[in-house]
């Protein structure tokens, strides 16, 4: 994991997301924390686009993000788009309030096939 400061603001990737391995390595956590907005949208967008090709089950641990603008929901669209393109698959763990609305607000929930936790998203 890449924790070089972005050029703007001073903010670390290990700020935004953390990844881990999940069983056997065929499954991909990245749990998602803070606030995913334009200053962070990009370096989460980097970080995602560069492994998820290599998990086929990829989980967004939602759980600890704060706020969640249309930067933000963007990479998750781009990250759906891209698991669909390669074959596999991605589940949510939106577990807040805040991440339900904003997808709710925009018409994406059911885009995305979501899950209550990331033990639920892993073994289903």
Do not use: N, W, Y
């Not at 606030?35 to 600890?64: N, Y």
């Not at 596999?88 to 991440?99: D, F, T």
């Amino acid at each position: 994991m890449s924790e070089t400061p972005a050029d703007e603001g001073g903010v670390e990737i290990s700020d935004v997301v953390r990844f881990e391995q999940a069983g056997d390595g065929s499954s991909l956590v990245a749990h998602v924390r803070g606030e995913i907005d334009t200053l962070t949208a990009p370096l989460l967008r980097t970080e995602l686009d560069a492994r998820l090709p290599a998990a086929p089950l990829v989980v967004l641990d939602l759980s600890g993000v704060t706020f969640l603008g249309s930067a933000g929901l963007a990479v998750l669209v781009a990250a759906k788009d891209q698991v669909d393109r390669s074959g596999h698959s991605l589940k949510l763990v939106c577990g807040s309030r805040i991440v339900t609305r904003a997808l709710q607000a925009t018409g994406l929930l059911g885009l995305f096939d979501v899950a209550d936790g990331v033990t639920e998203a892993l073994s289903s």
